[in-house]
Structures are given as structure tokens and as C-alpha cells.
């Protein structure tokens, strides 16, 4: 039964990949599981449907709601503004600039989109003028809107929580250690590669007029800064669940996008509400086809199996790691992040869990590669979006993104791996 459900999941990368529509994907694998594995789909199809009305899940499309209003409504554009007064003259600056917006912008939103969408028009266009190639400033963007998916909070972490009964609260935590550490090595990456470009700094503020703007833009962001703090402190303080505060993060940002920053409209709202519901329908799709999958696999014992499988193989937990990180990283190259822990998630955990492995600490794990997968083609959305957004040919953004994947990202997954304190620390500073 291993051998049909790797089949089963063979069918749907290979479909995926040649870009054959989302449900017509899943509908193959699924017929695979059925008509060869002989297991009966209407039971698991009505308890799929059942899940979906969890109400954990309703954080998905409020975080994504509050991400494209916060783009559209000037929130992104003055904690750009503020950050930019303290290390726009340095070399390299902008782009430092650039990953820690995108970070702050995740610890909001909790998308890997929504970095490309609120800071890509501003800052790509700025990188250029600097004099920063359009592939590079486009790739450096992209590669750090990625960490809205690792700055908590996390859609795709109130994803692995909710499939694997694991601690919400804590599969947050369990992302930010690696998160800050990838934002620490793009920033270092960043300032290393920008010595070989001709760039056009700002010129130094004196004291006097570096106080002075910092007050003022601090004034115009404290709104903005207020949202993280509100979001964050809410869900790790205890006051909201992850749902609350994602309610909380829309009804925010709506008044403060119409009366103080006026970039929302109605008009505005309503475009963000049309784009929101696609994104969330598209979303909520893919997990329900991914649900019903893997209950198949759950139903068939396939995890227990492929533990036995694997220790048949090898029972060295180093070697475990290694090849599980190839795997995810494979997986993510392929399928969207949500799509990927829905599926894999519950088959590797108790691997996992054999081997030692913390479930926290697998959420990091888990979390750093398939966030990968945004940049790595072929599936690689953020990537291609960010390109979009920057008027960049896809071939000129994709060999500074691997740089910064190869010397950002790899050595955090390693880190991540071998490391568990890393991705356990904050987890147990608030008491997992």
C-alpha cells in the first residue's frame, strides 16, 4: 500500500508541475488511491468537508485580508519611510532596508505575498534609481517576503497546527528563531554583494536632521508600528486566539487606512476584499483536496509504514534528517507551502517522533523548507511575483535568488535541523 500511495503522490507532482488545473490534480491522485488502492473516498470526502468549518481556520483569510489591505493602505509605505532614515546612505543600506520591512511586514500579514505586494512598488523602483540591478532588487525582495511565512504569524503554521494537534501558539514561536536568522543573513548577503554595484547613496543626515526626521516619521508610523504589536501581543499574551487577532489586524487596519494614511478607499476596499476571497478560495481548495488525501494515506496506515519503510533502510537519525530535509525541499520546489504540510506533515511526524524530534521543533523544520519552495522554481510564486512586480525577466531575478538561497536560507535549514534550541527557545521562553 506504500508503493500506491508514493504513486498517488507522484501523480500529483507531475501533474502539478506541467500545470494541469489545481482539482483535476488532487482528482487524479485520489483516483489512484481509490481505483488501485481500493479505498472507499465518500467517507473521507464528507469528513474533509467537516473540517473546514474550524473555526482555527478562519484566521486564514482575515491575516490574508489584513496583509492586502495593509499594501494597499500605506501602512507598508511609512515603515519604509522610517527605516529608511537610518541606513538609506549606507551601502547595501536600502537593501537591509528592504529584508526588514519585509520581515515586520510578515509579523502583520503572515503571507510570503504580501511582502512582494506591499514593498516591491516602493521599493523596487527606489533599488533601481539607487543603482541596484532590477533583477537583484526584484530577487532581494521576493527572497525576503518569504519570511512572512516565518515571522509569526504564520498562515502556514496555523496550517501545521491545526493537521497535527500541535500547540498553535507554539508552532509560531517555533519559526521565529530561524525566521530572524535568515533575515540576519540576507541583510549580511545583501551588504556583501552590494560592494560590486555603483550605487547612488543618500547623503549622510547630520544629528540634528537625523533626530528630527526620526521624530517625524516615527509620529506618521506609530499607527503602523501599533498593528505588530497589537497582532503579537494579543496572541502571545494570551488575550486572543490567532482567529481574534487576525479579526482584530482587519478592523485596524480599516480606519487607519481610510482616515489617517488615505490610501483606502472604497473603491480600494473593495478591489482588496475581490482579491482576498480568490486568494482564500484558491486556498481552502487546496486544502480540502489535501485533507482527503491524506486522510486516505491516515486510514491506510501509510505513516506507520513508511516509518518502517525508512528504518528498514536506515535507523541513523542524521541520515533521517538529511534525506527528510531533501524531500520537503523537493516537495516545496513543487507544491505551494499549505498544500505541502497538509500532505507530508502527517505522514512524516511520526517518523519524527520515532527518531526523537520534538513536534515544535518539525514545525521549524518543516516550515524553513517549504517556505523555500516560493523561490525555488519551478513552482516558485513569490519569486515569479516579485519579478512581475519589479519589471524583471524571470532568468535576470533567478541567479541573485539562488545566491541568497544557497548562503541565506540552505545554512539556516541546517541550522534548524541539527540545532533544536533554535526553533525551541522562544517556544519554551512563553512555556510550551
Known amino acids: 500500500m506504500v508503493e500506491v500511495a508514493m504513486l498517488s503522490l507522484l501523480i500529483l507532482v507531475l501533474t502539478l508541475s506541467i500545470g494541469v488545473p489545481l482539482p483535476f490534480c488532487f482528482g487524479a491522485a485520489l483516483m489512484v488511491m481509490s481505483v488501485i488502492g481500493g479505498v472507499t473516498m465518500k467517507g473521507t ?24 489591505l495593509m499594501s494597499v493602505s500605506g501602512l507598508a509605505a511609512s515603515l519604509l519611510r522610517l527605516v529608511n532614515i537610518f541606513i538609506g546612505h ?5 537593501g537591509v532596508v528592504a529584508t526588514f520591512s519585509c520581515a515586520l511586514i510578515g509579523a502583520i500579514s503572515g503571507s510570503g505575498l504580501t511582502g512582494v505586494a506591499a514593498i516591491g512598488p516602493l521599493l523596487i523602483p527606489e533599488m533601481v534609481r539607487q543603482g541596484y540591478p532590477r533583477g537583484y532588487a526584484s530577487a532581494l525582495v521576493s527572497c525576503s517576503s518569504v519570511l512572512g511565512l516565518l515571522i509569526p504569524p504564520s498562515v502556514t503554521m496555523i496550517v501545521y497546527g491545526w493537521v497535527t494537534d500541535t500547540s498553535i501558539l507554539a508552532a509560531f514561536l517555533a519559526t521565529l528563531g530561524p525566521g530572524l536568522l535568515i533575515t540576519l543573513n540576507l541583510a549580511v548577503v545583501n551588504l556583501v554583494l552590494a560592494r560590486r554595484f555603483d550605487l547612488k547613496l543618500d547623503a549622510k543626515p ?4 537625523l533626530v528630527v526626521e526620526t521624530r517625524k516619521r516615527t509620529v506618521h508610523a506609530l499607527p503602523a508600528l501599533l498593528m505588530p504589536f497589537i497582532i503579537l501581543g494579543g496572541i502571545y499574551g494570551g488575550i486572543l486566539t490567532p482567529t481574534e487577532a487576525a479579526a482584530v489586524a482587519v478592523i485596524y487596519a480599516i480606519p487607519v487606512g481610510f482616515w489617517i494614511y488615505k490610501g483606502l478607499t472604497w473603491q480600494t476596499l473593495l478591489e482588496s476584499g475581490k482579491e482576498s476571497a480568490t486568494a482564500v478560495g484558491a486556498i481552502m481548495l487546496m486544502i480540502l483536496f489535501s ?9 491506510e496506515s501509510i ?9 528498514d533502510f536506515t535507523q541513523n537519525e542524521l541520515l533521517i534528517l538529511l534525506l527528510v530535509n531533501v524531500l520537503l525541499f523537493v516537495v516545496g520546489m513543487i507544491v505551494n507551502d499549505v498544500t505541502a504540510i497538509i500532505l507530508i506533515a502527517p505522514l512524516l511526524l511520526p517518523l ?26 519551478p513552482y516558485a510564486s513569490i519569486l515569479y511575483m516579485g519579478a512581475r512586480v519589479g519589471g524583471a525577466k524571470v532568468v ?3 541567479r541573485p535568488a539562488m545566491t541568497f538561497l544557497i548562503f541565506a ?7 534548524t535541523t541539527f540545532w533544536p534550541e533554535l526553533s525551541l527557545f522562544f517556544p519554551r521562553l512563553f512555556g510550551y
Not at 549606507?90 to 536600502?94: A, D
Not at 547630520?206 to 536632521?209: C, G, P, S, V
Not at 505513516?303 to 528504518?311: A, E, G, R, S, Y
Request: net charge positive; hydrophobic share 60%; proline share 7%.
Open 291 to 299: 485533507l482527503i488525501l491524506s486522510q486516505m494515506f491516515v486510514l
Open 206 to 209: 547630520d544629528f540634528t536632521t
Open 352 to 377: 519524527m517522533k520515532a527518531i526523537g524530534v520534538d513536534p515544535v521543533h518539525f514545525a521549524a523544520i518543516i516550515g524553513v523548507n517549504t517556505a523555500l519552495g516560493g523561490i525555488t522554481p
Open 45 to 68: 470526502m464528507l469528513w474533509g468537508l467537516g473540517q473546514l468549518a474550524n473555526p482555527i481556520l478562519l484566521a486564514i483569510p482575515l491575516f490574508i485580508l489584513a496583509g492586502t
Open 90 to 94: 549606507v551601502r547595501g543600506g536600502l
Open 409 to 415: 536560507f540552505l545554512p539556516t535549514v541546517l541550522v
Open 396 to 398: 535576470e531575478v533567478i
Open 303 to 311: 505513516p506507520q509504514k513508511l516509518v518502517k519503510v525508512i528504518f
